[in-house]
């Protein structure tokens, strides 16, 4: 089915993808609380969709490009979880004069709140903000306990331009570790920064409609959810290395790989040379802290996705990338000209330079699903 | 200059540009020699323009849609240094349908000649070709001496849909050193790999018109070019922190940055949270084994590029990236909502993600430029 594509090229198995989404949407529902897919990973309304069970409400997105492809696409509810900058303000404003609101804003800082709140009086629209708060990771977010918290809930509250919705946070250090129980302690210090906050900001006189956790280990492993209005987790939906890594995934559920050709043989290097390279795969190598032998990923039969003579992608060029091969039978396996798929190291950052994905199901090609990069 | 910008954006400095472009056309002069800029970090007609002093004629290119997309500007005589599988014969085809010529296409495989000249034969089409050698990467390329380097121009000097047009080598290892003799000998086992390669051809009863060579570092302290017709090479148009690393350029020759701004301030984990991150600056750690304070690159004052405080960028997450802070002074410098100015640590990885560059030069904004990116 892959003969005639050209290459490299983003491959989705949307079975694969439909199970992934089926889990997650099981688990929200069984822990009660609703699901906001980070889409910072897909960028794609088709996988979108699937995520959110046809609903076109409630996702999370990376970048303002994201929220104005979603809201143009009939999106609402949309959460952009990067801390806003009073740069961006035009362009959140823009959005919102277009497709009637919006996205969902969050910041750490008392300034930035004022800075929101004056524009927005000035420019006669509404921001939506959440408020974020630090659980461990120490990227975003105002510590646990921290004055500022109540400072910045009350400026966004009391102004005529802003409103609390409430409170975020996000564990993203839930990826350190493969142990289970370490990553359920983390899901609950993430559930805790949430709710304790949301508990400060209440006795203050804020209340908050909104308490936002997440990343996919947490949301998945987490033992208590109580308080919490929503989880956030994008990479479900593809996987990848880095999370089988982590013991987090079978391979199985790995529905993104890269299809690539191989465009020669270098015997003197012993090694097969690709037209998949930093670009097409990442240099991401996240997934060698627990599984040393991932590399930029694994090499794959292009049909069966099994992986061939335990190849791994070692050296990536800009649009090469080589195969180390100590069995000269996978020179004869590989003939130039023949296709592999590469399973992914890191899924967001080997999907973001692609336009579409070529979407397969049970050995057959359904078609091209559109997606958007850049900013 | 950059307040009122949005972030994270590609700042392209014109002044730098003009200066690093003349460099190298000054010195393919000297040396008597044709340059083929590779336009693979630049992406850009501009760019372009400026490489080739305004020629529409002689480039390089590492995707056939940059092919595309220099031949839709009227560009013409257009190499495209990554070796050519069959499954794009179709697209190289078309480009000669649409523009009048197809790209340029290397080879370093008996069985690709084959299939190329049948598949011309059979369309119709005339494909030229260089032959790859390899002169020590051990990516692509035959070994110096190799019998399949006549059997693989035999084919296509005497199918009547290809041509030999010549030979070409590349020393990507050059970047393996920062000792000025080692690239030369380097420089000298890339140039010896084309000349020989070219004279066992004639010897052979093939004349080869190109003997193309080339990497930054091995053009521009190679101490012979005899033989060789024309040079590759392209990161001397930007520059970035990997040549510094390794001495080939000064700080004041980078004429890339990726504006960004400070979205948060976290105390308790000493860092300072930028709008920039995986996607805006790349993965690419390659200038740390030089330089291991590089990091992601050096966080600058975003007006005069000067380093702040010795400040590297440490951590990137998708969307965000951190920077460590000892010292408390930067966080009263880097208020939230300021901008910085990152220098990369590899710019053709940075530049890739973005659709343009805002040009600037002598302390004012002259415009965006377009920059492609994708297959």
Redesign the interface.
């Known amino acids: 089915m892959f003969?005639?594509?050209?290459?490299?090229?983003l491959i989705l198995d949307r079975g694969r993808l439909q199970r992934n989404a089926g889990r997650l949407l099981e688990r929200a529902r069984e822990k009660k609380v609703a699901l906001r897919p980070h889409l910072?990973t897909a960028k794609s309304v088709d996988v979108a969709l699937l995520a959110k069970d046809g609903e076109r409400s409630g996702i999370t997105v990376?970048?303002l490009k994201e929220a104005e492809h979603f809201a143009a696409h009939g999106f609402s509810d949309i959460l952009y979880a990067?801390?806003?900058?009073?740069?961006?303000f035009d362009?959140v404003r823009a959005i919102a004069e277009r497709w009637g609101e919006a996205p969902l804003l969050i910041?750490?800082?008392p300034?930035?709140a004022r800075?929101a709140a004056a524009y927005a009086e000035t420019h006669r629209c509404t921001f939506d903000f959440l408020v974020?708060v630090?659980c461990g990771e120490?990227?975003?977010?105002l510590?646990v306990g921290s004055d500022k918290i109540v400072e910045t809930a009350r400026i966004l509250a009391q102004s005529p331009g802003t409103r609390l919705r409430g409170v975020m946070s996000h564990a993203?250090h839930s990826y350190a570790t493969k142990l289970r129980e370490e990553v359920a302690k983390v899901a609950e210090a993430e559930r805790r920064a949430a709710v304790d906050s949301a508990a400060m900001l209440a006795e203050a006189g804020f209340a908050c409609e909104i308490v936002s956790v997440g990343s996919t280990p947490t949301v998945l492993f987490a033992e208590s959810l109580d308080g919490v209005t929503e989880v956030r987790c994008g990479i479900y939906l593809f996987w990848d290395l880095a999370q089988y890594s982590r013991d987090v995934c079978s391979l199985d559920d790995i529905a993104l790989s890269v299809l690539s050709?191989?465009?020669?043989?270098?015997r003197?290097?012993s090694?097969i040379?690709l037209?998949a390279g930093?670009?097409?795969l990442?240099?991401?190598?996240g997934a060698n802290t627990h599984r040393d032998d991932v590399k930029y990923g694994y090499v794959c039969d292009a049909m069966t996705l099994e992986r061939i003579g335990g190849l791994s992608f070692d050296?990536v060029?800009?649009?090469?990338g080589?195969v180390t091969v100590s069995d000269p039978a996978v020179f004869e396996r590989l003939?130039?000209?023949s296709?592999v798929r590469v399973l992914p190291n890191h899924a967001?950052?080997t999907a973001?330079?692609?336009?579409s994905y070529t979407v397969i199901e049970d050995g057959r090609t359904l078609g091209e699903w559109d997606r958007i990069?850049?900013?």
Chains 1, 2 share one sequence.
């Open positions: 003969e005639h594509l050209e290459t490299p090229r910072k990376s970048t990067v801390g806003i900058s009073a740069n961006k362009r910041t750490d800082d300034g930035t800075q974020e630090d120490h990227r975003g977010g510590p993203g050709c191989v465009i020669g043989h270098n003197q290097g090694a040379v037209d930093a670009l097409a990442s240099r991401d190598l050296v060029h800009q649009e090469h080589t003939p130039v000209g296709m967001c950052l973001a330079p692609y336009d990069s850049g900013w």
